[in-house]
């Protein structure tokens, strides 16, 4: 759903009385519960983990090894 959409649904909920002010203060806790947990480390990837495929075949070869490996006869 498009902000768009979202601001049309709030102005439509606030001109027929609807009271979403608790909504709004739920969502704002929420976000910023995520947004800290991001921001800690908590959420994101383990620093502990093996390192990927492309990392690791970047760390296997020393570069004079993959340079002599490319180097003309």
Avoid: E, I
């Amino acid at each position: 759903m498009s902000t768009r959409r979202l601001l049309a649904l709030w102005r439509r909920a606030r001109r027929t009385g609807r009271d979403l002010d608790l909504a709004a203060y739920g969502a704002a806790l929420v976000g910023g519960t995520v947004f800290l947990a991001f921001v800690t480390g908590v959420l994101g990837p383990s620093l502990d983990a093996s390192p990927t495929s492309q990392a690791l075949a970047a760390t296997s070869y020393p570069a004079n090894a993959a340079s002599a490996a490319h180097a003309p006869n």
